[in-house]
């Protein structure tokens, strides 16, 4: 049987992007709990019932050699325009987020507290829920939903969820969890987390890994 190029080629592509589907199946768990311990990435969290349904759930978490007074001011600060986000900010600006990571504390964006913004790029971002200095800080995003809708005008989309533990005086156990909600069609919201977790995946330890490492020079 002849076998034209095109079609050679064609089930070339198939059978890598079958391979590439097949490999980060394989890899997608360690990706979603990458840092933690089994009983950190399944017990409950501060958050965790702000969203019901969800396409996405992933906890990472990372040990700092400081007490948490040396990690929190790195949370407080964080957002566009603000400290950052401690992550790659060079490819977070190629999509125009004008990103700036900050390697110092800044004194003044410290007192933050339930109601503030913490924007990601014009002016969009996620609110603060709750604040517990030293100890916790939720997150939530929510999705504005058509005026008229009987479920109300917007809902939770997503929310992050940042937990310093005290391990000894001079550990502390940071631990980062991220819920998206489902939306519609269910096959869409699938589709972008298989697209967006691998990179979600690659920004937030890039961000673990930085404020360890800042904190740690303090």
Not at 31 to 53: C, K, V
Not at 65 to 92: C, H, I, N, T
Request: charged share 20%; hydrophobic share 50%.
């Amino acid at each position: 049987m002849h076998i034209t190029l095109p079609f050679a080629i064609t089930a070339l592509m198939v059978i890598l992007v079958i391979l590439a589907v097949i490999g980060y199946i394989s890899i997608r768990p360690r990706m979603l709990r990458w840092g933690t311990t089994p009983t950190e990435a399944s017990h409950a969290m501060a958050g965790d019932e702000l969203i019901s349904n969800t396409i996405l759930v992933s906890t990472r978490a990372i040990s700092i050699d400081v007490g948490p007074e040396k990690v929190w001011p790195w949370l407080a600060q964080m957002g566009q325009g603000r400290g950052g986000f401690y992550s790659y900010d060079w490819l977070e600006n190629l999509a125009g987020m004008n990103i700036h990571n900050s390697d110092q504390i800044i004194p003044e964006l410290q007192n933050i507290k339930p109601g503030d913004l913490i924007p990601f790029w014009r002016g969009a971002g996620v609110n603060v829920v709750f604040a517990e200095p030293l100890h916790l800080l939720v997150l939530a995003g929510t999705i504005n939903k058509p005026k008229g809708d009987a479920a109300g005008s917007d809902e939770v989309g997503g929310t992050w969820v940042f937990a310093l533990e005290e391990i000894t005086t001079e550990v502390t156990r940071m631990i980062v969890r991220s819920r998206v909600a489902k939306f519609q069609p269910v096959w869409l919201s699938a589709f972008l987390m298989f697209l967006l977790e691998p990179m979600h995946f690659i920004m937030e330890r890039k961000m673990l890994l930085c404020i360890k490492e800042q904190a740690e020079k303090e």
